[in-house]
């Protein structure tokens, strides 16, 4: 325990904090899943477990029912509570929405540009989530009266690098694309993110910049690209992050499948395997099809949580 001396609760008795401006701390949730397009689709079939149902990556948002930006899109989110800390507001949040108490929570990062909230400096803390979105039902906030699932799409469309004699600046443009396909008519929302990566005396200064956005409430299209790029960091660099956007039990194939979703390219397979090795078991169940090889099924070890 730290004592205080007697002269440092005096100067703490005269301490004004109101005299210094203070923001309203939030947590946003970038929550990921990978999903079929409709639950009945994206149920294993034991009958035919090679026909793996086409699924694809998907992000949770909640359609605002007051202003600002009402009726527009947002991550899943809110303020923290008087003493709650911001990892608890998180994790409260995320049960709100989707009734889930053990999902993956990685701090993404912290926004607090000034003007990116019309009702004052509040600083988003921006977390990366991941489920497996088959098993909960999602449903609107407080704050929400919508909230749904919308597949990702996010392309490179161009890089530009400058350099000078001790600096270089990168800059990379991704058009990002989001779709809801519950109804007939989908709900499409497109932005346009700028990342601008730059090095001086070999320190990294990244920003992102909306150059154009459609149905997105706050900066959110930029958070959103942000934690993806991200997600796909780390599946690329580790790979253990995918499994929690697993079953209990899963295919070797099955494991590969998201992966290679989530990165947007086909891996080798025998490469993926020997990497992901050590953070499986093997099962003693199998699934069995007609006119197929029997197929092992996994589950992950504790080495993909704690590895040597």
Not at 20 to 44: H, K, L, Q, W
């Amino acid at each position: 325990m730290y004592n205080m001396s007697q002269e440092e609760k005096e100067y703490l008795a005269q301490y004004d904090i109101a005299k210094y401006d203070r923001p309203s701390i939030a947590a946003d949730m970038a929550v990921f899943s990978v999903m079929g397009n409709r639950a009945e689709e994206t149920v294993r079939d034991t009958e035919n477990y090679r026909k793996l149902p086409e699924k694809k990556l998907k992000i949770l948002l909640i359609q605002r029912e007051s202003y600002p930006y009402k009726e527009r899109w947002a991550l899943p989110g809110g303020f923290c509570l008087k003493g709650e800390e911001v990892c608890e507001a998180a994790r409260r949040e995320l049960f709100e929405e989707t009734q889930v108490t053990d999902a993956y929570l990685q701090l993404a990062g912290v926004f607090g540009e000034e003007g990116r909230d019309p009702r004052g400096w509040i600083i988003s803390h921006t977390f990366l989530a991941l489920i497996d979105g088959e098993k909960y039902r999602v449903r609107g906030g407080s704050d929400a009266w919508d909230a749904r699932w919308f597949e990702v799409d996010l392309e490179k469309e161009k890089s530009v690098e400058e350099q000078e004699k001790d600096s270089v600046m990168k800059k990379t443009t991704y058009r990002l694309r989001l779709t809801n396909r519950d109804k007939e008519e989908p709900i499409v929302l497109n932005a346009v993110v700028r990342e601008e990566r730059s090095i001086h005396n070999f320190q990294v200064k990244t920003d992102y910049y909306i150059e154009d956005e459609q149905g997105f409430a706050f900066d959110h299209a930029k958070l959103i690209v942000y934690a993806l790029l991200k997600l796909r960091q780390q599946t690329e660099t580790d790979g253990r992050i995918v499994f929690d956007l697993m079953p209990e039990y899963f295919t070797l194939t099955e494991l590969q499948n998201v992966s290679e979703i989530i990165l947007g390219k086909e891996l080798l397979t025998a490469n993926f395997r020997r990497k992901m090795s050590d953070y499986v078991l093997e099962t003693n169940r199998m699934i069995t099809g007609a006119g197929h090889r029997p197929a092992k099924l996994f589950k992950r070890s504790l080495q993909s949580i704690f590895p040597e």
